[in-house]
């Protein structure tokens, strides 16, 4: 069973403040890897807050492919934090934007099954995921029941 924490109304803030217990757990092995809704953004600013936040532990970064959340994390990584981040896709033609990329899907899946694989394996390679649903969609539920599954901690950002 994994660590949850939650950060209410964020999506509205444009600099969040990670609960300390979560900051407390991170440490130079720590990955941590970014999830949640394809149909919501959060604004950059709150993203960039959220990120340096996070790299003063000196942990490493993961982050999926998909549009919303994943790219808004994306973006930012590329440009500030992209010695220690790495990029998971579920499609071959997903630009990784100069990221290394830690896993690529296999040719041939289902779109909704890549995404599922692809989700996996980020929860896979995390100590640490941060959870922006926006909606709980499919996707969002995978990559929570995943990481209480297999006891990464977990920062749902509602």
């Given amino acids: 069973m994994s660590l949850h924490y939650t950060i209410y109304g964020a999506h509205g803030l444009l600099s969040p403040v990670v609960p300390r217990a979560f900051l407390t757990s991170l440490s130079t092995q720590s990955v941590v890897g970014f999830a949640g809704s394809r149909s919501f953004s959060p604004c950059p600013s709150f993203c960039l807050s959220l990120l340096c936040q996070l790299a003063r532990s000196r942990c490493r970064f993961a982050v999926g492919c998909a549009p919303g959340v994943d790219r808004a994390f994306h973006f930012p ?11 998971y896709r579920a499609f071959p033609e997903r630009s990784s934007l100069g990221l290394p990329v830690a896993w690529s899907s296999p040719a041939g899946l289902r779109p909704a099954v890549a995404l599922a694989t692809r989700t996996r394996q980020l929860v896979a390679a995390c100590t640490h995921m941060v959870l922006v649903p926006h909606r709980w969609g499919p996707g969002s539920r995978l990559c929570y029941r995943s990481c209480r ?3 990464v901690v977990v920062l749902v950002v509602v």
């Fill in 77 to 87: 990584l590329v440009f500030h934090f992209s010695g220690s981040a790495s990029f």
């Fill in 149 to 151: 599954e297999r006891g």
